[in-house]
């Protein structure tokens, strides 16, 4: 892992484009970009996209794959309304740090603005990650219009997945498009309570007909980056419409 990303580890903050410290918070934990970087090399990314930037904590992860697997005209899109403002383009910042900005293009709005705009110029991705507005309908969103640029073969991860929102729309995902569960070691390390409120709240969940991916707590619930390998470029008939 690059050492600018090791640094914000360590010691919890970065510098902003103004030179002010700035504390870390809302990144992805290590072991997620740790998945964000073997999902990368695994796809041999190119053309790659976030939504939620904040201090570029995955942005660094991604942009360090496409660094190394060094294909010609790789790029990382990253989507978020909030980077030069609340941010104070730390993530730009923490780029330029670790000789990856080139890498970068920032998108500044507002994902449901940004992703039909990338749509429109053709953009085809090889991996992309959802870590933006964490409401169903904005994760629906985000998913919807990546679907639509995601290869067939490319991986979409997401992030905080055991957050209801999250599952639910993974649950649309398991019932509407084409998707794989991959699996994904534990990263989160959830006493035997918590444990037991998550794997009763996924079974009663499936009783109330969630689809069993959304619900197996093994791969989806307990980790909080979910990763799902696209198989087909597939939508449903006209008329088609199961619960999720
Ligand atoms: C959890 S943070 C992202 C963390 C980042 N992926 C990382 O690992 O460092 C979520 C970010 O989404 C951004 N955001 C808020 N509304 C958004 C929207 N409508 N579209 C995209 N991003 C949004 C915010 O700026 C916020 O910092």
């Not at 970009?33 to 201090?55: D, I, M, N, S, Y």
């Not at 309304?81 to 993530?91: F, K």
């Not at 084409?178 to 079974?203: D, H, N």
Request: with cysteine; charged share 25%.
């Amino acid at each position: 892992m690059n050492s600018i990303l090791e640094e914000i580890y360590r010691t919890g903050r970065c510098v902003d484009l103004h030179g002010a410290e700035r504390r870390v918070t809302g990144g992805v934990p290590r072991d997620d970009a740790c998945v964000l970087q073997e999902f990368g090399r695994l796809a041999k990314a190119r053309t790659t996209l976030e939504t939620g930037v904040a201090f570029g904590l995955s942005t660094l992860a991604i942009c360090e794959v496409l660094e190394q697997i060094g294909k010609h005209g790789a790029c990382h899109y990253g989507i978020d309304p909030d980077q030069r403002t609340v941010h104070g383009g730390a993530a730009i910042q923490n780029l330029r740090r670790a000789g990856l900005d080139r890498l970068f293009e920032l998108c500044e709005g507002p994902s449901h603005l940004m992703l039909p705009r990338l749509l429109e110029k053709g953009i085809v991705l090889d991996l992309a990650f959802i870590d933006g507005w964490h409401t169903f309908d904005y994760t629906l969103l985000d998913f919807f219009y990546i679907d639509k640029m995601l290869r067939p073969g490319g991986f979409l991860l997401l992030h905080d997945c055991n957050w209801r929102s999250k599952v639910k729309v993974i649950g649309y995902i398991g019932t509407h498009r084409k998707y794989k569960p991959m699996p994904v070691r534990a990263t989160t390390r959830l006493s035997s309570k918590q444990r037991l409120k998550e794997l009763a709240l996924g079974i009663s969940r499936w009783l109330r007909g969630a689809p069993y991916e959304s619900v197996r707590p093994s791969q989806v619930c307990l980790p909080t980056i979910a990763v799902f390998q696209k198989l087909e470029n597939f939508e449903p008939d006209y008329r088609f419409f199961r619960n999720f």
